[in-house]
């Protein structure tokens, strides 16, 4: 059975860091593409981040361009998001996703997902 789950997500100021966690386990998700999604409260949920497993190559939002980071390790079958100059705007439920396919005109569609986590809490004050 396929599970993800998110852990790092907190309280922190503007300006802040934090790194979440996505620990997927049931099968090996090196040829899959892992990547993180976000919902706020009464907004739909948006895409932030994806990492793709052949390659690596990463495709961010534009709103976290630049400030956050997705990355993975392979061994342990974990993607992470290094989030940096942390806004207000920011918060949300982070969701970690992982998908069998990829495709670069789609990787930013929730229904193009197989897998989800639970999701962790990011607040960022101001």
């Known amino acids: 059975q396929v599970q993800l789950v998110e852990t790092g997500g907190g309280l922190v100021q503007a300006g802040d860091s934090l790194r979440l966690s996505c620990a997927a386990s049931?099968?090996?998700?090196?040829?899959?593409?892992m990547g993180w999604f976000r919902q706020a409260p009464g907004k739909e949920r948006e895409f932030v981040a994806v990492?793709?497993?052949?390659?690596?190559?990463?495709y961010y939002a534009d709103s976290v361009k630049g400030r956050f980071t997705i990355s993975r390790d392979n061994a342990k079958n974990t993607v992470y998001l290094q989030m940096n100059s942390l806004k207000p705007e920011d918060t949300a439920v982070y969701y970690c996703?992982?998908?069998?396919?990829?495709?670069?005109?789609?990787?930013?569609?929730?229904?193009?997902?197989?897998?989800w986590g639970q999701g962790t809490q990011v607040t960022v004050s101001s």
């Open positions: 996703a992982v998908r069998r396919s990829f495709y670069t005109d789609n990787y930013y569609k929730m229904r193009q997902y197989d897998y």
């Open positions: 990492i793709r497993g052949s390659g690596g190559s990463t």
């Open positions: 049931g099968r090996t998700f090196s040829s899959y593409a």
